[in-house]
């Protein structure tokens, strides 16, 4: 893998973090690609944080690129003890038909669970961020796993589906994959976690990209508040604004509500949800 990483790595992507130094990395590709080349079904999973929130958006938007036939889930989950149960798994996992689960910061709650995925015929790839050892048959992508000698270890949810869409580009010979960096941004950013290293790059670029966005979400909500210069309160500003409320309907709802937003391609579309957060929050910025 290291010869074609050298071979079609090009400058537009964040050099020197090569996401194949990531244990597993090659297993979580190599699954990834037959499940878009055979049209299986892919089911994207995750709680409805800021962080998670933007890296379901921005892998969805990269699959849907690839024309992989994919959908995803939210749960109504907050903390960092988050589990994927049976119930999950046979009311809306296996109810979508799902082959192949990508799970964004959320794990199984035991190998029960993931036994009853392998009796359903679904494979798993869980993407998270914790010192641990795996003990569980899945495709683990975890920079801070015990043995996992990727350097960078304090990444976001979203930064670390980054490197997992980053290894997807690089195999697909993509060219633009640090579009998506506006996503990331803000998944980094609502974290507050270290801002050195490869989280340096994130924000760096990230803010870039943010100000040049082609997102037709994020450019409704600078639109719709006016915000006319990008920094670090404007930001701030944007995560609070896609910050899930409980109300009328529930805090899962109106995350999926948020990732319409961050994923449509019909500008309407973007206004329309934009006001319905605006009107359901009352942000005033």
């Known amino acids: 893998m290291s010869n074609l990483w050298e071979s ?5 992507y964040i050099t020197g973090y090569n996401p194949f130094i990531i244990k597993n990395m090659n297993r979580a590709v190599d699954r990834m690609v037959a499940a878009i080349n055979h049209r299986e079904k892919i089911v994207i999973y995750g709680g409805c944080d800021v962080d998670s929130l933007c890296g379901i958006a921005s892998l969805l938007l990269i699959l849907k690129y690839l024309n992989a036939d994919v959908e995803y889930l939210i749960d109504d989950i ?4 988050n589990v994927i149960d049976s119930s999950t798994i046979k009311n809306s996992i296996d109810f979508l038909g799902a082959q192949l689960l990508i799970s964004v910061g959320v794990n199984f709650a035991s190998n029960d669970e ?3 995925c392998k009796q359903l015929n679904i494979d798993s790839i869980v993407v998270e961020n914790k010192k641990t050892v795996n003990d569980k048959e899945i495709i683990y992508i975890n920079p801070s796993e015990r043995d996992c000698t990727y350097r960078y270890k304090d990444l976001s949810t979203s930064g670390i589906t980054f490197k997992l869409m980053q290894a997807i580009a690089i195999y697909y010979n993509m060219n633009r994959i ?6 990331i941004l803000l998944g980094t950013m609502c974290k507050e976690i270290n801002t050195q290293g490869e989280n340096r790059i994130f924000l760096k670029v990230g803010e870039k990209y943010l100000k040049a966005t082609d997102n037709y979400g994020l450019k409704a909500i600078m639109s719709s508040y006016k915000i006319n210069e990008i920094n670090k309160n404007s930001i701030w500003d944007i995560i609070r604004i896609l910050t899930p409320i409980s109300g009328v309907v529930s805090r899962r709802d109106n995350a999926r509500i948020v990732v319409e937003l961050l994923t449509t391609d019909d500008k309407d579309r973007a206004k329309q949800i ?7 929050r009352l942000v005033q910025i």
């Not at 079609?8 to 537009?12: Q, V």
């Not at 907050?78 to 003890?81: A, I, L």
């Not at 934009?274 to 359901?280: A, E, F, N, Q, R």
């Open 8 to 12: 079609i790595y090009h400058p537009d």
């Open 178 to 183: 640090n579009r998506y960096l506006d996503l």
């Open 274 to 280: 934009v006001k319905y957060l605006k009107k359901g």
């Open 114 to 116: 993931v036994e009853l």
């Open 78 to 81: 907050s903390g960092n003890n």
